[in-house]
């Protein structure tokens, strides 16, 4: 099995920074995209931004302009830096991606974090 583990999640104020990590780890191959959703109360869970495995970025338009996402291959890891927080992005972030396990298949199988506060608040 595949775990994700994001961390970095915290409490900042508006116009602030925060940088989250996630860390795979378990039966892994290869991974393939990988995603920060996030869901605030009451809200669906909407995409933030995704990256291929050869680093193609996509950003959900709240983002643009404020969030970065990375990936390093090596340590299994993706990033996700925000700036110029506001109240409204907050929400519990979760990591997503898509594994592949097995070096004689190409399939890939979709996991989940647990998922790390963010509170933006003065």
């Known amino acids: 099995q595949v775990q994700l583990v994001e961390s970095g999640g915290g409490l900042v104020q508006p116009g602030g920074s925060l940088t989250l990590s996630c860390a795979a780890s378990?039966?892994?191959?290869?991974?393939?995209?990988m995603r920060w959703y996030r869901q605030a109360p009451g809200k669906q869970r909407d995409l933030v931004a995704r990256?291929?495995?050869?680093?193609?970025?996509n950003y959900a338009d709240s983002a643009k302009g404020r969030f970065a996402i990375s990936r390093d291959n090596a340590k299994k890891m993706v990033f996700l830096q925000m700036n110029s927080l506001k109240p409204e992005d907050t929400a519990v972030y979760y990591c997503n991606a898509d594994v592949r396990q097995r070096a004689n298949s190409r399939t890939a199988y979709n996991y989940w974090g647990q998922g790390t506060q963010v509170t933006v608040s003065s």
């Open positions: 990256i291929s495995s050869g680093g193609n970025t």
């Open positions: 378990g039966s892994i191959f290869s991974i393939n995209d």
